[in-house]
């Protein structure tokens, strides 16, 4: 068999999302009750699923580190990005344009492996966006995200930057982060820059969110 790479990981994991391991071993029992396969594919399932669970009770006990990104990290960027983009929940980036903006970077890391990014991107007035926002699906909702951010939060706050916004699919998210709701109009530098020549303007789905790093910081 060969090996598993981090893009073909996400592609497997595409295929079982939303389910839990207990989920799929039923949809693995009915597929036997309708004999489709056999009960030594059934018991092999199960060992495997055992082993998964395993290995995701180790991964919660892990231990993750968030640094400044360096060009020894663009290939996982780049992956990370393109996964992302391919979900509608960012948008693509060309190599070239993350190696130019790699200071902008911060990633998540555990066992030298990128497992999350995000950039910190600076407009000429001073507001700030954080972009490109991924967790690897492997890893998700173990705390990754909220760390990235905090680092970005932290970094803007040492540039004296008052104001940082996201425009969203997950609300949610930077809601418990700390972000406020806004209007997408009140960020007038997003709109001449990006939203402009937007192709989904008049459609879009995207939430504002914003964060006061001077309230945070008095």
């Known amino acids: 068999m060969p090996p598993i790479t981090q893009e073909s990981s996400f592609y497997i994991l595409d295929e079982l999302k939303n389910n839990t391991l207990e989920e799929i071993y039923d949809k693995i029992a009915d597929l036997r009750a309708e004999h489709k396969i056999t009960d030594e594919e059934l018991v092999s399932i199960k060992d495997s699923l055992v082993n998964l669970n395993q290995i995701f009770l180790k991964q919660e006990h892990a231990s993750f580190t968030v640094r400044q990104a360096t060009l020894a990290d663009v290939d996982a960027l780049m992956d990370m990005i393109e996964y992302w983009a391919k979900q509608g929940q960012n948008l693509p980036r060309k190599r070239n344009d993350i190696i130019r903006g790699i200071q902008t970077f911060a990633v998540c890391v555990k066992d030298s492996?990128?497992?999350g990014c995000a950039c910190l991107y600076v407009y000429d007035s001073g507001l700030a966006e954080i972009?490109?926002?991924?967790?690897?699906p492997v890893v998700q909702r173990q705390g990754q995200g909220r760390a990235i951010v905090n680092y970005l939060l932290k970094r803007?706050?040492?540039m004296f930057i008052k104001r940082v916004f996201v425009?969203?699919?997950s609300p949610e998210f930077f809601s418990k982060v700390g972000?406020?709701?806004t209007v997408i109009e009140a960020l007038p530098e997003k709109i001449l820059k990006d939203c402009e020549n937007c192709p989904k303007r008049a459609t879009c789905d995207e939430v504002a969110y914003i964060y006061d790093v001077n309230k945070e910081n008095a």
């Open 113 to 115: 492996q990128v497992m």
């Open 131 to 136: 972009r490109s926002l991924g967790v690897s």
């Open 156 to 158: 803007a706050a040492k």
């Open 167 to 169: 425009l969203t699919r």
């Open 179 to 181: 972000f406020q709701k």
